[in-house]
Structures are given as C-alpha cells and as structure tokens.
C-alpha cells in the first residue's frame, strides 16, 4: 500500500535554531516528492518538488533532501522564524499516469511551532 | 495573479441544507482539483477535471457530493443533503498540465461547519 509517514508529528524549537523534518514513503513507482507549508487557516503553498535524479533542493532557508534509495526525504530549515510556526506536508507523486494526473500521495503534516 | 480564489470562506449550516462551494482557478491553468482535509484523515482527492471535464471523481463519498465545471474560470462542489460529518476544510487547487513535475497551487479553503 502506497503510504506516507512523517515524523515528528508535532516540534516546538526556539527562534533562530535549526530543526530537521522526516518524511518516509513507500509509494511506488516513484515519480516527485514535494515539500507544502501550511499556514493555520491558510492552503497548502509548495516549497519544493524533487524528481527521482535530484537529491537536494534549496527555497531560501528551507533545504529538502531525497534518498530515493531508501525512499526517505527531509526538510531541513535553517535560523527559524516566528513564521516558520506551520504544519509541513510531504507529498509523493507515483509515477502511473492516468489521465494526465499523477496520483498524490499525502502525509499528515508535521506542525512546527517556533517560539520567541 | 490573485492565486486559486474560494468563496465562502467560511459557511455555518444546519444538518440537511444544500451547500455550494466555489472555486475560480488561476487563470491557464487546465487541471482543477477539490480537496477535503480534516484532522482524522488529512488531505483527500474528491475529483479532478482535466479541461473542464471530470476525469476521475472516485474520491467523492457519496452520492450527496456532486462537482461542476461548466467553464475554465468556474467550478462548484455541492453537498445536497450537508450532514455534520461533512465538516471539514474544502481546498481547491489548480494547475498546468498536470501533477508530474508540476506545482499545484491550492486555494485558501472553504471551512464548512454543519450543524
């Protein structure tokens, strides 16, 4: 069954420090893993897309990583920002295409919270 | 570009009553989406339309869910008879030419409450 699992399920870290979120799938085929940030009350806005060949993937303070060996993948943030505070989604895509629609594979988010 | 726009944001409602979302997606863009989310089961895929035309709605619970897209800049997702387990955030998202390599771009949500 095509899964994906994020973890922590929630993190609380201080304003200014770095902090590391996993996410492992087992979708498959494989086709691109994505990075959303969603705002309390807002949608989902994309950080980054990682196809198969593309092990790293920088947005500014945000650095996705891509073990497609091991079907893991992270987002490191760096010198967090009050506004960082948000829940992370991963999302895989497989690889069937069907109807010119890859099939999106969700993770239930991990939500990070930042404090002063 | 105003982005994927919603409306309502946010609509209270009584067990029964019919409720319409409404979705304008980013203007070029071919593929529109409805997504449910919800604290139990995160996002999920209600149907998609490729070109206006409803691709794939195996997502959609029931019969009470019902999506249009009569043109490229208007889409609605309708719930007749709304039950209080249809609460729930309604994304739409939009994109071009599909998902694979391609960004979808989600709307702010409807936040459906049915009492």
């Known amino acids: 069954k095509n899964q994906v699992e994020q973890s922590p399920q929630s993190l609380i870290i201080l304003e200014g420090k770095n902090c590391t979120l996993q996410?492992?799938?087992?979708?498959?085929?494989?086709?691109?893993l994505r990075w959303y940030k969603q705002d309390t009350g807002r949608g989902p806005v994309s950080l980054t897309i990682?196809?198969?060949?593309?092990n790293t993937k920088s947005n500014g303070r945000y650095t996705a990583t891509l073990d497609a060996d091991t079907k893991q993948s992270s987002l490191h943030i760096t010198a967090s920002q009050l506004s960082d505070s948000a829940s992370y989604i991963c999302?895989?895509?497989?690889?069937?295409?069907?109807?010119?629609?890859?099939?999106?594979?969700f993770g239930a988010g991990t939500r990070l919270a930042v404090h002063p | 570009d105003a982005g994927v726009i919603q409306s309502p944001r946010h609509e209270v409602t009584e067990m029964g009553q019919e409720v319409t979302l409404r979705c304008k997606p980013i203007s070029g863009h071919d593929y529109l989406f409805w997504y449910r989310q919800t604290m139990m089961r995160g996002l999920e895929l209600l149907i998609y339309?490729?070109?206006?035309?409803?691709?794939?709605d195996s997502g959609m619970p029931e019969d009470r869910f019902s999506a249009k897209m009569p043109n490229a800049s208007f889409s609605t997702l309708k719930i007749q008879p709304s039950e209080p387990r249809d609460s729930a955030v309604y994304f739409c998202?939009?994109?071009?030419?599909?998902?694979?390599?391609?960004?979808?771009?989600f709307g702010e949500g409807s936040w459906l409450t049915v009492v």
């Open positions: 999302v895989v895509s497989d690889s069937i295409f069907s109807g010119g629609y890859n099939k999106l594979i």
């Open positions: 998202a939009s994109s071009q030419t599909g998902t694979s390599g391609n960004t979808i771009y």
């Open positions: 339309f490729n070109n206006n035309v409803p691709i794939d």
């Open positions: 996410c492992n799938y087992t979708v498959s085929p494989f086709s691109n």
């Open positions: 990682m196809t198969f060949s593309e």
